[in-house]
């Protein structure tokens, strides 16, 4: 079990940036894939973008395709995920997730962290 905490949300304006980081402790997050969902108000839980125990292979939901960008940094057990253009849909909280299987839906995921919120304002 490894426990994950995300930091870095906020409001932003729309065109803006933000960059998420979540951290991992009680375990080596190398064993893990990694991904980042998000629930907007009244929404489901959506994916968002996953990246492999290496970070060789990353995937994400069309609507964030060349504007964010998920990396991992496994000697310090963080993964982050760098946000760019972003518009009001991207109004959401952000959860970080592990697991061994990984995948655009929650079943390939172990661990959550408690979320942050993001707010784009237009």
């Known amino acids: 079990q490894v426990q994950l905490v995300e930091s870095g949300g906020g409001l932003v304006q729309a065109g803006g940036s933000l960059r998420l980081s979540c951290a ?28 492999s125990r290496s970070g060789s292979y990353t995937y994400y939901r069309d609507s964030v395709k060349g504007r964010f960008t998920i990396s991992r940094d496994n000697a310090k ?20 997730a592990a697991g061994p299987g990984g995948g655009t839906t929650a079943m390939g995921y172990t661990d959550w962290g408690q979320g942050t919120q993001v707010t784009v304002s237009s």
Not at 28 to 46: I, Q
Not at 77 to 96: G, K, R
């Open 77 to 96: 057990n963080t993964v982050d995920l760098q946000m760019n253009s972003l518009n009001p849909e991207d109004t959401a909280v952000y959860y970080c």
């Open 24 to 51: 991992a402790s009680g375990s080596t997050l190398s064993t893990y894939v990694m991904g980042w969902f998000r629930r907007a108000p009244g929404k489901e839980r959506e994916f968002v973008a996953t990246i």
